[in-house]
């Protein structure tokens, strides 16, 4: 079984940035892809971000692409999200997922959730 911990989240002003972390424990990342999601009150989940297990091939969602960035660090057993440009838009809480299928289109989630954390951008 593997444990998720996302931190990193806060308030922020439009056009500012913040870095999220994904921490694992219990299994490694290091032959897992990894994503990031996010949420908001009475919508779906959706897609943000993906990272492949081997190389570093990454899939970004339309509106966070050039402003958004995910990587990883196998040793440290990490999943990050750098945020710049915030948005009010990009208010939602940011959920890691562990494990997902990954193409270079293409995320499908697995089952491995965090509990999330929460980003608030202010205009």
């Known amino acids: 079984q593997v444990q998720l911990v996302e931190s990193g989240g806060g308030l922020v002003q439009a056009g500012g940035s913040l870095r999220l972390s994904c921490a694992a424990s219990?299994?490694?990342?290091?032959?897992?892809?990894m994503g990031w999601f996010r949420q908001t009150p009475g919508k779906e989940r959706e897609f943000v971000a993906a990272?492949?297990?081997?190389?570093?091939?990454?899939y970004y969602q339309d509106s966070v692409k050039g402003r958004f960035t995910i990587s990883r660090d196998n040793a440290k057993n990490t999943v990050y999200l750098q945020m710049n440009s915030l948005q009010p838009e990009d208010t939602a809480v940011y959920y890691c997922?562990?494990?997902?299928?990954?193409?270079?289109?293409?995320?499908?989630?697995?089952?491995?959730w965090g509990q999330g954390t929460q980003v608030t951008v202010s205009s």
């Open positions: 990272i492949w297990w081997f190389g570093r091939s990454t």
């Open positions: 219990g299994r490694t990342i290091s032959s897992a892809s």
């Open positions: 997922n562990f494990g997902g299928a990954y193409t270079s289109t293409s995320y499908q989630p697995s089952a491995y």
